[in-house]
């Protein structure tokens, strides 16, 4: 049974995978109706398929009800957003869930507890993001508040500079009765809506210059508190929205040219950047050290070849942190190669669906806020699997909606929600241009009519 649902899983992700790509074809929602459907008929045969090797693994029944739980949540929420946002972008709802489906299956076989814990985090997320489309739909206001963005961003990643404490090297969290937080997940959010916000108002090079001093205020208090991979993603952020806000590419080549002159510095200041870059460009010199996390990431993508060992074939727990900044290896590993690719593929048609959106809308603030989100969730997948792979030095961040992580997954579900909110606002306009279009065409007949007609003559004498 597990050596045919391993080919079976795999097949209903590739049928999955090659609708959202069909969908990126399609004009308009109303003539992917279908493909939708069939989306979310492949998505539950993955979620069905991989419970069964886990149930012909384990044999225990806690499986079955905790997989029962999840189709219930699932196809609720999938089932509510079609009802509620008829408006919305269902292609990246169904993405969402399908890369949070795939996390909870490998998560459940690494750690059942860590998976209760995210699922009930998932479920919490779904319940506050279900309200934001519709506050994005309908507080226009919010791009008035570029100031409050900066500040309320530059405080919170400052408060954990201060008091936040140091793991691994890094402070990238603090905890407030018991619960942990990672802000920088958060003010990745509000750096957006800064960024966004100021872009819309800026006149000239001195706002410019002003947006650029604020950002970089983010960066370096990120920079000090060694979270350096949330520092590379807000770098990357801000450069893409200067250059999609002045479509200037002189602004863009300055600043990848200071953005290689920081990673020198960065990596003759730090020493840990040093010992990351040197586990990359030969992890098996120190193999039982520097270079552990990362071989054994290699050894188990490798392992698993095309189709995978199957859940609970392998042993991705031989990798640190593996549900969290190696969730892609250990994916590989279990479900196979092509499952993998397929999953990073999602992503990438996750990314350009809401690129797509972003360049048809006429609000440039809302343009700006989309495609914001849009490059930073790319480039944080980008950072993952390239570092789990070795195609890039590792830089500690987790996958969006796939990792283990109670503060990841709700930025990365709001993400998701305040794009379905956009995606709402540019219908929003379409249906207004329609309407003006035919109010003008009716204006034309009009016109024509009264051209055309003429008096009738009094034959009476």
Same mark, same amino acid.
């Given at each position: 049974?597990?050596?045919?649902?391993?080919?079976?899983?795999?097949?209903?992700?590739?049928? $999955?995978?090659?609708?959202? %790509?069909?969908?990126?074809?399609?004009?308009?929602?109303?003539?992917?109706?279908?493909?939708?459907?069939?989306?979310?008929?492949?998505?539950?045969?993955?979620?069905? =398929?991989?419970?069964?090797?886990?149930?012909?693994?384990?044999?225990?029944?806690?499986?079955?009800?905790?997989?029962?739980?999840?189709?219930?949540?699932?196809?609720?929420?999938?089932?509510?957003?079609?009802?509620?946002?008829?408006?919305?972008?269902?292609?990246?709802?169904?993405?969402?869930?399908?890369?949070?489906?795939?996390?909870?299956?490998?998560?459940?076989?690494?750690?059942?507890?860590?998976?209760?814990?995210?699922?009930?985090?998932?479920?919490?997320?779904?319940?506050?993001?279900?309200?934001?489309?519709?506050?994005?739909?309908?507080?226009?206001?919010?791009?008035?508040?570029?100031?409050?963005?900066?500040?309320?961003?530059?405080?919170?990643?400052?408060?954990? !500079?201060?008091?936040?404490?140091?793991?691994?090297?890094?402070?990238? =969290? &603090?905890?407030? =009765?018991?619960?942990? %937080?990672?802000?920088?997940?958060? #003010?990745?959010?509000?750096?957006?809506?800064?960024?966004?916000?100021?872009?819309?108002?800026?006149?000239?090079?001195?706002?410019?210059? !002003?947006?650029?001093?604020?950002?970089?205020?983010?960066?370096?208090?990120?920079?000090?508190?060694?979270?350096?991979?949330?520092?590379?993603?807000?770098?990357?952020?801000?450069?893409?929205?200067?250059?999609?806000?002045?479509?200037?590419?002189?602004? !863009?080549?300055?600043?990848?040219?200071?953005?290689?002159?920081?990673?020198?510095?960065? $990596?003759?200041?730090?020493?840990?950047?040093?010992?990351? #870059?040197?586990?990359?460009?030969?992890?098996?010199?120190?193999?039982?050290?520097?270079? $552990?996390?990362?071989?054994?990431?290699?050894?188990?993508?490798?392992?698993?070849?095309?189709?995978?060992?199957?859940?609970?074939?392998?042993?991705?727990?031989?990798?640190?942190?593996?549900?969290?900044?190696?969730?892609?290896? =250990?994916?590989?590993?279990?479900?196979?190669?092509?499952?993998?690719?397929?999953?990073?593929?999602?992503?990438?048609?996750? %990314?350009?669906?809401?690129?797509?959106?972003?360049?048809?809308?006429?609000?440039?603030?809302?343009?700006?806020?989309?495609?914001?989100?849009?490059?930073? &969730?790319?480039?944080?997948?980008?950072?993952?699997?390239?570092?789990?792979?070795?195609?890039?030095?590792?830089?500690?961040?987790?996958?969006?909606?796939?990792?283990?992580?109670?503060?990841?997954?709700? #930025?990365?579900?709001?993400?998701?929600?305040?794009?379905?909110?956009?995606?709402?606002?540019?219908?929003?306009?379409?249906?207004?241009?329609?309407?003006?279009?035919?109010?003008?065409?009716?204006?034309?007949?009009?016109?024509?009519?009264?051209?055309?007609?003429?008096?009738?003559?009094?034959?009476?004498?």
């Amino acid at each position: 049974m597990t050596e045919i649902s391993k080919y079976v899983i795999t097949l209903f992700l590739f049928l $999955y995978t090659l609708e959202a %790509f069909i969908a990126l074809a399609k004009k308009n929602e109303e003539k992917r109706k279908g493909l939708y459907i069939r989306q979310i008929i492949c998505m539950f045969s993955v979620q069905i =398929a991989c419970f069964v090797q886990i149930l012909a693994r384990t044999g225990k029944a806690r499986y079955a009800f905790f997989f029962a739980f999840q189709i219930i949540v699932f196809a609720s929420v999938i089932t509510l957003f079609y009802l509620i946002y008829p408006d919305g972008n269902k292609l990246i709802i169904n993405n969402c869930c399908m890369l949070l489906m795939i996390g909870m299956i490998i998560l459940t076989r690494l750690s059942y507890d860590k998976a209760i814990k995210q699922f009930f985090i998932i479920t919490a997320s779904f319940i506050v993001g279900f309200f934001v489309p519709e506050l994005i739909f309908r507080f226009n206001f919010l791009k008035k508040f570029t100031w409050i963005y900066a500040g309320v961003g530059i405080v919170l990643i400052g408060i954990v !500079l201060i008091l936040g404490a140091t793991t691994n090297g890094s402070k990238i =969290a &603090y905890t407030i =009765a018991g619960i942990t %937080f990672q802000p920088s997940e958060f #003010v990745k959010i509000v750096f957006i809506f800064y960024l966004a916000a100021a872009l819309y108002q800026a006149e000239g090079l001195f706002e410019l210059f !002003l947006i650029s001093v604020i950002a970089a205020a983010h960066v370096i208090i990120l920079v000090l508190s060694k979270d350096l991979g949330s520092a590379l993603i807000f770098f990357v952020i801000y450069l893409a929205l200067i250059y999609i806000s002045t479509e200037n590419i002189g602004y !863009l080549g300055a600043g990848l040219a200071a953005g290689i002159i920081a990673s020198v510095l960065a $990596y003759n200041l730090f020493s840990h950047i040093r010992v990351r #870059v040197q586990a990359f460009l030969d992890p098996f010199s120190d193999i039982e050290k520097t270079g $552990y996390q990362l071989s054994q990431s290699l050894f188990g993508i490798s392992s698993g070849c095309w189709f995978g060992l199957g859940l609970y074939g392998g042993s991705p727990k031989s990798i640190p942190y593996v549900e969290q900044d190696f969730i892609f290896s =250990a994916i590989a590993e279990e479900l196979g190669v092509i499952f993998a690719v397929l999953m990073a593929l999602i992503c990438v048609s996750t %990314f350009i669906m809401m690129m797509m959106e972003g360049y048809y809308i006429r609000d440039r603030f809302y343009r700006l806020i989309i495609t914001g989100g849009a490059v930073a &969730y790319i480039f944080q997948t980008f950072l993952t699997i390239g570092g789990g792979a070795k195609f890039i030095p590792l830089t500690g961040v987790t996958l969006p909606l796939v990792s283990y992580g109670g503060t990841s997954v709700l #930025v990365s579900i709001i993400l998701i929600m305040i794009a379905e909110g956009i995606c709402m606002i540019r219908q929003d306009e379409i249906y207004e241009a329609r309407e003006k279009r035919r109010k003008k065409l009716e204006a034309n007949r009009r016109r024509q009519e009264q051209r055309y007609e003429r008096p009738v003559q009094n034959t009476e004498r």
